[in-house]
């Protein structure tokens, strides 16, 4: 059965620092790829999708994110966080554009001042 | 804003007690999902509607049942309400071509 995983629950890191969140997936064939964000107290956002094409995929927010095929990742960046950035993300997976998504568990970002 | 509506933005509760979450898709969209997001279960995908349809059911227990209507508004009914039931419920929709989803605001369940 597919699975994500988001190995970090919770990630510290300091305002104007660079940012990566890991996701991980189990699948055969290339997926469908997502990241959302969730503010307190707010439902998820799109923050961008990867279906196929080039492996570097910008989105919102100045986020971006990149597929590697060989290491079954999509891990998501930013190369300076704001303070604005401290919320939840999540990274979704699914085989096609038919399937649910399945969902990782959330990493949790915290910003230092 | 998603474009996705729903109502109420939160509810209180007695156990026992019955209650319908509203959700009101983004213009056009004709998949609507149902979510729970508690403290110890995190994000948990209910069930699917595309249509009118029942399409995907996931950990939705038999208490819970969901419809969309002919208009694609969808409502999720959660009965006999246990103290484990309070969380964020989420409706999402996306688009016939795309599973891409757009959450809507939530609605936070307090049973007491």
């Known amino acids: 059965a597919q699975s994500v995983t988001q190995p970090d629950i919770h990630i510290t890191v300091s305002e104007g620092a660079s940012l990566e969140l890991r996701c991980n997936y189990s699948?055969?064939?290339?997926?469908?790829l997502f990241w959302y964000v969730q503010s307190p107290g707010q439902g998820l956002q799109l923050l961008l999708k990867?279906?196929?094409?080039d492996t570097l995929v910008q989105g919102i927010k100045g986020f971006e994110a990149e597929f590697k095929r060989s290491q079954s990742s999509f891990n998501l960046r930013k190369p300076s966080v704001h303070w604005s950035d401290a919320a939840e993300y999540f990274c979704?997976?699914?085989?096609?554009?038919?399937?649910?998504?399945?969902w990782g568990a959330g990493t949790k970002l915290i910003i230092k001042p | 804003d998603s474009g996705v509506t729903q109502t109420p933005k939160h509810l209180i509760t007695a156990t026992g007690q019955r209650v319908t979450l509203r959700c009101s898709p983004r213009?056009?969209?004709?998949?609507v999902y149902w979510y729970q997001q508690s403290l110890d279960q995190g994000l948990q995908f209910l069930i699917q509607?595309?249509?009118?349809?029942?399409?995907a059911k996931g950990n939705i227990l038999e208490r819970f049942s969901a419809q969309q209507f002919p208009d694609l508004h969808s409502e999720l009914n959660l009965s006999s309400l246990e103290l484990g039931d309070s969380a964020l419920y989420f409706c999402?929709?996306?688009?016939?071509?795309?599973?891409?989803?757009?959450f809507g605001p939530g609605t936070r369940l307090t049973v007491t």
């Open positions: 999402a929709s996306s688009p016939s071509w795309s599973n891409e989803q757009y």
């Open positions: 213009s056009g969209d004709l998949s």
């Open positions: 509607y595309y249509n009118g349809e029942e399409r």
């Open positions: 699948y055969g064939a290339t997926p469908y």
């Open positions: 990867y279906f196929s094409g």
């Open positions: 979704a997976v699914a085989p096609d554009s038919n399937y649910q998504l399945i």
